[in-house]
T-cell receptor
Framework: GIQVEQSPPDLILQEGANSTLRCNFSDSVNNLQWFHQNPWGQLINLFYIPSGTKQNGRLSATTVATERYSLLYISSSQTTDSGVYFCAVLHAGGTSYGKLTFGQGTILTVHP | KAGVTQTPRYLIKTRGQQVTLSCSPISGHRSVSWYQQTPGQGLQFLFEYFSETQRNKGNFPGRFSGRQFSNSRSEMNVSTLELGDSALYLC????????????FGPGTRLTVL
């Protein structure tokens, strides 16, 4: 199956700093999503971005499908950005209906 | 539009029992996927249903099963619970077209004693 690797595994920042989270995947994908998991466990959708660049406020994401990676940028970080960020992909071709494969996540801690 | 709902939110069971979890998708969505999250294994895909048919299944034992009803609501069942089944169970809904965005519910946290 497809492999998804996220880096770094942990990231500690001061409020106001910028950060870049990376997601590498091992094969072609039809779907790539970035999520933020809140302290209660719910996965909050950040981006649906199988290719290209999108921005939403302080967050932006870029996926370069031909090189099999995606980046999530967080600018001017706030303490409320703390939590776990996941990248998940839907493997192209074959029987991948509804099956997102997740990376291990990046734990982000933002200190005031 | 209301989001994905899951019931119950918390559950405590003992080994050997069985459990049924419920997921109601976003109105109009026909696909429901289920995932298990544990500290050791991360987020793993269990199965996916579309229009009452299981289209895909992950690598879990037969004790894990599911179904989907005509209104797209889905249930998953775990029989003969083991300690290792303690996890957060998440369901996600999507319209059903192959590579749609998936929207997740709040999860059911299952503890097996």
């Amino acid at each position: 199956g497809i492999q998804v690797e996220q880096s770094p595994p942990d990231l500690i920042l001061q409020e106001g700093a910028n950060s870049t989270l990376r997601c590498n995947f091992s094969d072609s994908v039809n779907n790539l999503q970035w999520f933020h998991q809140n302290p209660w466990g719910q996965l909050i959708n950040l981006f649906y971005i199988p290719s290209g660049t999108k921005q939403n406020g302080r967050l932006s994401a870029t996926t370069v499908a031909t090189e099999r990676y995606s980046l999530l940028y967080i600018s001017s970080s706030q303490t409320t950005d703390s939590g776990v960020y996941f990248c998940a992909v839907l493997h192209a071709g074959g029987t991948s209906y509804g099956k997102l494969t997740f990376g291990q996540g990046t734990i982000l801690t933002v200190h005031p | 539009k209301a989001g994905v709902t899951q019931t119950p939110r918390y559950l405590i069971k003992t080994r050997g029992q069985q459990v049924t979890l419920s997921c109601s998708p976003i109105s109009g969505h026909r696909s429901v996927s289920w995932y298990q999250q544990t500290p050791g294994q991360g987020l793993q895909f269990l199965f996916e249903y579309f229009s009452e048919t299981q289209r895909n299944k992950g690598n879990f034992p037969g004790r894990f099963s599911g179904r989907q009803f005509s209104n797209s609501r889905s249930e998953m069942n775990v029989s003969t619970l083991e300690l290792g089944d303690s996890a957060l169970y998440l369901c996600a809904s999507s319209p059903g077209i192959f590579a749609d965005t998936q929207y997740f519910g709040p999860g059911t946290r299952l503890t097996v004693l």
